[in-house]
């Protein structure tokens, strides 16, 4: 019988206990390959793990063959029996879908279990559901434990939180104070409560001074802020949370409760993201700006000075600090802006970029003769030579695995016609729609010149969503305005600097003092009228555009 996989491996795996016969590495082997040969496949590989536990799942030659199907260089697996390839039924489920996503089928000789047939899918599909419970039962019953352990005082498990180390007695894990980081954590309050330093210079210090994270990493001022934030324990009170509820589990204090009072306190008057919420400001880049050494840039705000956007690595606390300079956020927002409002507004832009996408997706169409009515007839035949075979083997008292085997090619030729009919139906619709498109473009420039006309910032940042746009900073030229020098010197200019008082010479109302000006380039997709209109995120759109800002 032929089939639509050509290239299989065979994989056989024996325990050193049961190195029996009718499960010895030659006999599995031997039997695996006379299927290959039988079936006509190609043998692309043998795979042998031998006194390897199936529960494992990592095994070295599993592993490797795991490889070659994620290469796409395997259509078929052969093993003698399921618990060959697997005895855990969670990492048999989660390998069979990764077999499946690849197109790769299963073949257990034993089980006659092949995951190219109704059958071996109808089984995948319970092994799968099977596996689900296991894996919610097993969560809920350690859930359930390790609540009790807590209401006991007991540690639940789980990492230690930072300046805590677990030690174990009797059966039983309790936290106990860490000598070293300990000492870093009241170093770090100390900083913070007495010294009144800011989480930046705090951690600047802490890295000085050679007091690291747990793992030897450098401190940053967000890790600082998240460390205390999380350290809930610091008074002797940790709380230990789960989906039933929190409970409180006594442990050796760091420091007094009015001490973590005030340092909570502080973490709350210092919070950014409070200021964000509350009154700062909407930052319209968020998440689509990229330095030009690859890292995203955030938008900061200062106090009493323009908002920028800044490297994610340009801070003082970084171990290889980026020299980007920064942007100037109401500038560069404003030029991104001008430049996807100018492309959105003009018709004859948009019809171009739309026609090449459109020329472009054409030339990966179907080939000649490929046409909806040679397919329709083409998978009419096959359905009817499925339908006949199957009666033939139904008559003839066939099982339904052996029917499966029998019919793979035919059920594999009109999983592919139907494949290839949905194609050609997009290709035809597609070729038919030059005047929709036309149609299309003349909404989305009508609506673009309605909707972007006096955008609140939230509309500009729903567009930026929907247009899927990336700006990357790809280099810096002097500023033209100042000539590099980041201010104006004539004193009659009409802007002055806004924090150094009006004897200070004008800031350059170009560069807002940065001194330079980034180039820009600016990627995205052009979204259909519709979506527009309503600026929701939709897959529908008319063709993807670039542009230098």
């Known amino acids: 019988m032929s089939s639509t996989a050509d290239r299989a491996a065979v994989y056989a795996r024996v325990s050193t206990e049961q190195q029996i016969d009718g499960t010895s590495l030659d006999a599995q082997v031997e039997r695996c390959q006379a299927r290959v040969v039988a079936e006509g496949w190609r043998l692309a590989g043998t795979f042998v793990d031998a006194g390897v536990s199936g529960a494992k799942a990592s095994r ?31 990492h048999l489920s989660a390998t069979l879908g990764e077999l499946d996503d690849h197109g790769v089928r299963l073949v257990s000789l034993a089980e006659s279990f092949d995951s190219g047939t109704p059958a071996g899918r ?8 099977f596996a689900e419970f296991e894996r919610e039962s097993i969560t809920e019953r350690m859930a359930a434990g390790q609540r009790a352990v807590a209401r006991a005082g007991w540690f639940p498990g789980g990492s230690a939180p930072f300046g805590w180390r677990v030690e174990r007695a009797d059966g039983h894990a309790r936290l106990c104070l860490d000598d070293t980081e300990s000492a870093t954590l009241r170093r770090m309050i100390g900083l913070i409560l007495d010294e009144q330093n800011s989480a930046y210079h705090a951690a ?32 002797g009170r940790w709380i230990y949370r789960s989906a039933a509820g929190a409970i409180e589990v006594a442990i050796p204090p760091l420091i007094s409760i009015e ?17 964000r919420r509350s009154n700062g400001p909407a930052y319209m880049l ?24 800044r490297c994610a690595d340009n801070r003082t606390e970084a171990a290889v600090r980026c020299s980007a300079t920064n942007l100037d956020a ?44 040679t397919l329709a007839r083409k998978i009419a035949r096959v359905e009817r030579a499925l339908g006949e ?9 066939r099982s339904d695995v052996v029917i499966g085997h029998a019919t793979a090619v035919l059920e594999a030729d009109l999983s592919r016609l139907r494949a290839k009919r949905a194609t050609a139906d997009a290709w035809e619709k597609a070729a038919r729609s030059s005047q929709d498109r036309a149609t299309h473009i003349a909404q989305l420039v009508e609506n673009a010149q309605r909707t972007l006309r006096n955008p609140t910032p939230e509309v500009r940042r729903s567009v930026v969503e929907l247009l899927d746009l990336r700006v990357i900073v790809t280099g810096y030229d002097i500023c033209g305005v100042c000539h ?10 009409p802007v002055r600097s806004a924090w150094n008082g009006n004897g200070a010479p004008a800031t350059c109302p170009e560069c807002q003092r940065l001194r330079m000006i980034p180039r820009l380039h600016i990627e995205g997709v052009i979204p259909d009228a519709l979506s527009l209109e309503r600026r929701t995120p939709t897959a529908a759109h008319l063709g993807g555009f670039r542009l230098v800002g």
């Open 286 to 309: 968020t998440s689509k700006l990229t330095c030009q050494c690859g890292r995203p840039m955030h938008g900061v705000s200062r106090s009493n000075r323009p908002i920028i956007y």
């Open 389 to 397: 075979r199957i009666g033939e083997l139904l008559a003839a008292g």
């Open 330 to 373: 109401r500038q560069t927002e404003d030029r991104v802006w001008a430049e996807v409002t100018a492309l959105l507004t003009d018709r004859e832009r948009i019809e171009q970029l739309a026609n090449i996408a459109h020329e472009k997706s054409t030339l990966t169409g179907l080939a000649a003769g490929d046409s909806t009515v």
């Open 122 to 129: 109808m089984m995948r599909t319970l092994l799968g559901s």
């Open 484 to 493: 590099g020098k980041g201010v104006i010197l004539d004193l009659a200019a």
């Open 259 to 275: 001490r973590h009072a005030a340092l909570q306190e502080w973490l709350a008057s210092t919070s950014v993201s409070h200021a």
């Open 204 to 235: 600047r210090v802490l890295n000085a001074e050679g007091l690291l994270q747990r793992n030897a990493g450098r401190w940053t001022h967000n890790g600082l802020r998240r460390t205390l934030r999380t350290a809930n324990g610091l008074s």
């Open 60 to 90: 070295p030659e599993l592993d490797r063959l795991m490889s070659m199907v994620r290469r796409k260089e395997i259509d078929a697996i052969v093993v003698t029996r399921l618990d060959r390839f697997g005895r855990s039924q969670r």
